[in-house]
């Protein structure tokens, strides 16, 4: 007779992590809540999680509509966030192809140069860039920007270490039928990389959505503002209101939550085959 025997150990280990959980999405909940209220009802206790008076409209008119252009340094942040990163992808994939499977003299003391900068920090750098984007005519514009966020060493590490594990089969079967190079790596690495290409593709998009330090530097426009430098007006002429507060930062968010459902699946078809291979 086969007795089932509670996994305390499992259940415990799930408690603990629903309570975390819990915890860790109470700001969260209290944010969409409060962009909903009148701003007398934000701060009152016990809180109101559910407001009774909904007032989401007006805030969302307020932050999009009036005194501060919202909508313009939105446009900002996400154009940059697009270009960058699908220029970040193309351009890290192509150079990890080469790195991974095509045959090329000094190869590999290229990649250990390349490997090497990845120990410089950033801020190391910004002097050097500053001068060569001024040299450039790139000052105060998006295409400085993006010409500095558009290549990645960090990425092409990691796609390249990806493509590694593909199959050297699939390409000789693939010059059997006379393909060439471009058309090995556009039909046949590409689409057996989505995992990483979508990895990537998400936090590239984070981080450039949340860059705040190079905007500072290399821009000076106010039009030309993303949403992490434009907030700053918004915090000067709100910094009172609570409740608009909370619907700007909810309408910050929104496209970073709509990449990652958007690409969820992939990263975590890659965890799994990453896990099948471990």
Same mark, same amino acid.
């Given at each position: 007779? #086969?007795? %089932?025997?509670?996994?305390?150990?499992?259940?415990?280990? /799930?408690?603990?992590? @629903? *309570?975390?959980?819990?915890?860790?999405?109470?700001?969260?909940?209290?944010?969409?809540?409060? /962009?909903?209220?009148?701003?007398?009802?934000?701060?009152?206790?016990?809180?109101? +999680?559910?407001?009774?008076?909904?007032?989401?409209?007006?805030?969302?008119? %307020? =932050? +999009?509509?009036? #005194?501060?252009?919202?909508?313009?340094?939105?446009?900002?942040?996400?154009?940059?966030?697009?270009?960058?990163?699908?220029?970040?992808?193309?351009?890290?994939?192509m150079a990890a192809f080469s790195f991974a499977k095509l045959r090329a003299p000094g190869k590999g003391v290229?990649? @250990?140069?390349?490997?090497?900068?990845?120990?410089?920090?950033?801020?190391?750098?910004?002097?050097?860039r500053f001068i060569m984007i001024k040299w450039m005519g790139l000052y105060n514009t998006h295409t400085g920007?993006?010409?500095?966020?558009?290549? /990645?060493?960090?990425?092409?590490?990691?796609?390249?270490?990806?493509?590694? *594990?593909?199959?050297?089969?699939?390409?000789?079967?693939? %010059?059997?039928?006379?393909?060439?190079?471009?058309?090995?790596?556009?039909?046949?690495?590409?689409?057996?990389?989505?995992?990483?290409?979508?990895?990537?593709?998400?936090?590239?998009?984070?981080w450039t959505w949340n860059d705040y330090q190079n905007p500072l530097i290399f821009l000076f426009t106010k039009?030309?503002?993303?949403?992490?430098?434009?907030?700053?007006?918004?915090?000067?002429?709100? /910094? #009172?209101?609570?409740?608009?507060?909370?619907?700007?930062?909810?309408?910050?968010?929104?496209?970073?939550?709509? =990449?990652?459902?958007?690409? $969820?699946? $992939?990263?975590?078809? @890659?965890?799994?085959?990453? *896990?099948?291979?471990?």
């Open positions: 007779m #086969n007795i %089932k025997r509670f996994d305390w150990s499992r259940i415990a280990f /799930s408690v603990i992590l @629903g *309570g975390l959980s819990i915890f860790f999405i109470i700001p969260l909940v209290w944010m969409l809540s409060a /962009s909903a209220k009148f701003e007398r009802d934000v701060m009152v206790y016990p809180i109101q +999680w559910i407001p009774k008076d909904w007032n989401w409209v007006n805030n969302f008119h %307020k =932050v +999009w509509l009036e #005194n501060v252009p919202f909508s313009l340094f939105y446009w900002n942040s996400l154009k940059l966030a697009v270009i960058a990163t699908v220029s970040t992808l193309l351009f890290s994939s290229m990649f @250990g140069m390349m490997m090497s900068f990845m120990i410089i920090p950033e801020q190391a750098t910004l002097v050097p920007i993006i010409v500095m966020l558009m290549f /990645s060493m960090y990425f092409t590490f990691l796609m390249r270490q990806f493509m590694l *594990g593909v199959h050297n089969e699939f390409i000789e079967s693939a %010059k059997i039928d006379g393909a060439g190079y471009v058309r090995i790596y556009a039909q046949i690495m590409l689409p057996l990389s989505k995992p990483i290409l979508a990895t990537a593709g998400i936090i590239k998009f984070i039009e030309l503002y993303p949403l992490p430098l434009g907030i700053q007006f918004f915090r000067q002429e709100y /910094s #009172n209101n609570v409740s608009l507060m909370m619907m700007a930062a909810v309408s910050a968010i929104i496209p970073l939550i709509i =990449v990652f459902i958007a690409l $969820q699946k $992939q990263v975590i078809n @890659g965890i799994t085959v990453g *896990g099948v291979k471990g």
